[in-house]
Antibody, heavy 114, light 106 residues
């Protein structure tokens, strides 16, 4: 059974860094396209980043240069390193496995506030 | 940039058919997924590749496509189908999302 469990969300001040994790089971993170999607409170969904099976990455313009997506094959885990956090980064962050169908995790809340 | 447009809300009585549309130029060339989101639960894909239904999703959920518009149909909607529904598709490296439709069943 495919499962994705996000963790690492927290209340942080603007300007700090935070790393989110997404532990996967039932499939290999390394051989799949993995994405991060976020949802600000009361708002819709926004794609954040993707890491392909070959390790190449892509980011939304809103996070480019601040966020870094990576994966650890030995831990079967996806990561999102978030630097220079801003208030507008406040959201629930979901990881998802792209496939037929896609699978989503339950999300982890990041709150950026002073 | 790509945009997908959905109605903000749809309301039906239990047992009626609910239809949620999603429109956008990218849908002419890319498959659409439909995501069901309920409070406190992981989002679940109920339709992928425009009209395929994942295992475990009730048969009352179906999808169709015509040109730049796709439609999620819930035949005989149940109270438990009340949720937010998002269409989304791949465009370049991105996932593009519709604004979401709140389905009320009462």
């Amino acid at each position: 059974e495919v499962q994705l469990v996000e963790s690492g969300g927290a209340l942080v001040q603007p300007g700090v860094s935070l790393r989110l994790s997404c532990a996967a089971s039932g499939f290999s993170v390394s051989s799949n396209y993995m994405r991060w999607v976020r949802q600000a409170p009361g708002k819709g969904l926004e794609w954040v980043s993707v890491i392909y099976s070959d390790g190449s990455t892509s980011y939304a313009d809103s996070v480019k240069g601040r966020f870094i997506v990576s994966k650890d094959k030995s831990k079967n885990t996806l990561f999102l390193q978030m630097n220079s956090l801003r208030a507008e980064d406040t959201a629930v962050y979901y990881c998802a496995r792209e496939g037929d169908p896609d699978y989503w995790g339950q999300g982890t809340l990041v709150t950026v506030s002073s | 940039s790509y945009e997908l447009t959905q109605p903000s809300s749809v309301s039906v009585s239990p047992g009626q058919t609910a239809r949620i549309t999603c429109s956008g130029d990218v849908l002419a060339t890319e498959y659409t997924r439909w995501l069901q989101q309920k409070p406190g639960q992981a989002p679940v894909v109920v339709i992928y590749k425009d009209s395929d239904r994942p295992s475990g999703i009730p048969e009352r959920f179906s999808g169709s496509s015509s040109g730049t518009t796709v439609t999620l149909t819930i035949s005989g909607a149940q109270v438990e189908d009340e949720a937010d529904y998002y269409c989304y598709s791949a465009a370049d490296n991105n996932w593009v999302f519709g604004g979401g439709t709140k389905l009320t069943v009462l």
